[in-house]
């Protein structure tokens, strides 16, 4: 009987070494022969799967965004009873998952920093960063009309750098309609968390402080 040979699982296992590579090497040190030598298999196999080394290289960018989205909070819209512990906890679940807490998090961050740095001048690896960023501003807007209720449409166009907020104050201390403070609140939410990730990075503060200072902020959304 022949071998079945899972195509998508061996694709996986290279994209593995090549975070590798990067973690210790940078972008700058990928090259098939140190892929291959990650993932203990022959050049010629890497290569069969990636033709390129550019090819290559994006897939494991694609990868990271995919792992990502698979982990994320499940089960929460803006559908669910506003204020459930379903939806409170989905919220909580997505700003903590910035922060780089233990050492497989850690490497993972040290990665996608690096394709961070790369997209300055890799159009195609900024383009899958900036819709990563475009799912995670839509995902954050769901997940905290989930909490608030509210059922305005969400705007994620900020052309003119206001984060698309105005008119008069609410609760929250955004203005605007629902929609608008919602996609407020998610910006600013995002931007902290991704703030505090790069202190957690730099050993600035610990991951537990900046999981505190996240709590702090989702306080007066949460608290019963």
């Given at each position: 009987?022949?071998?079945?040979?899972?195509?998508?699982?061996?694709?996986?296992?290279?994209?593995?070494?090549?975070?590798?590579?990067?973690?210790?090497?940078?972008?700058?040190?990928?090259?098939?022969?140190?892929?291959?030598?990650?993932?203990?298999?022959?050049?010629?196999?890497?290569?069969?799967?990636?033709?390129?080394?550019?090819?290559?290289?994006?897939?494991?960018?694609?990868?990271?965004?995919?792992?990502?989205?698979?982990?994320?909070?499940?089960?929460?819209?803006a559908s669910s009873d506003p204020g459930s512990a379903e939806a409170v906890s989905a919220l909580r679940e997505f700003c903590f998952?910035?922060?780089?807490?233990?050492?497989?998090?850690?490497?993972?961050?040290?990665?996608?920093?690096?394709?961070?740095?790369?997209?300055?001048?890799?159009?195609?690896?900024?383009?899958?960063?900036?819709?990563?960023?475009?799912?995670?501003?839509?995902?954050?807007?769901?997940?905290?009309?989930?909490?608030?209720?509210?059922?305005?449409?969400?705007?994620?166009?900020?052309?003119?750098?206001?984060?698309?907020?105005?008119?008069?104050?609410?609760?929250?201390?955004?203005?605007?309609?629902?929609?608008?403070?919602?996609?407020?609140?998610?910006?600013?939410?995002?931007?902290?968390?991704?703030?505090?990730?790069?202190?957690?990075?730099?050993?600035?503060?610990?991951?537990?402080?900046?999981k505190a200072i996240l709590e702090a902020e989702l306080a007066p959304l949460v608290a019963p």
């Amino acid at each position: 009987m022949p071998k079945i040979v899972d195509h998508a699982q061996r694709r996986t296992e290279i994209v593995h070494a090549l975070w590798q590579v990067i973690y210790l090497k940078g972008i700058d040190g990928v090259s098939f022969r140190s892929v291959a030598e990650a993932a203990g298999i022959s050049i010629g196999r890497v290569q069969h799967y990636f033709p390129s080394r550019s090819e290559l290289i994006l897939e494991g960018c694609r990868q990271i965004v995919d792992s990502a989205e698979a982990a994320g909070p499940e089960g929460a819209d803006a559908s669910s009873d506003p204020g459930s512990a379903e939806a409170v906890s989905a919220l909580r679940e997505f700003c903590f998952a910035f922060i780089p807490a233990g050492e497989t998090m850690r490497i993972g961050a040290s990665v996608w920093y690096t394709y961070v740095a790369r997209a300055v001048m890799d159009e195609q690896i900024a383009d899958i960063i900036r819709a990563s960023d475009r799912a995670t501003l839509e995902l954050g807007i769901r997940l905290y009309r989930a909490v608030c209720g509210g059922d305005g449409d969400a705007e994620t166009d900020d052309s003119d750098g206001s984060g698309g907020t105005g008119g008069t104050d609410d609760s929250d201390g955004f203005g605007g309609t629902d929609g608008e403070v919602a996609t407020a609140w998610a910006m600013r939410m995002i931007a902290l968390g991704k703030g505090l990730a790069q202190e957690v990075m730099l050993d600035e503060r610990s991951a537990a402080s900046a999981k505190a200072i996240l709590e702090a902020e989702l306080a007066p959304l949460v608290a019963p």
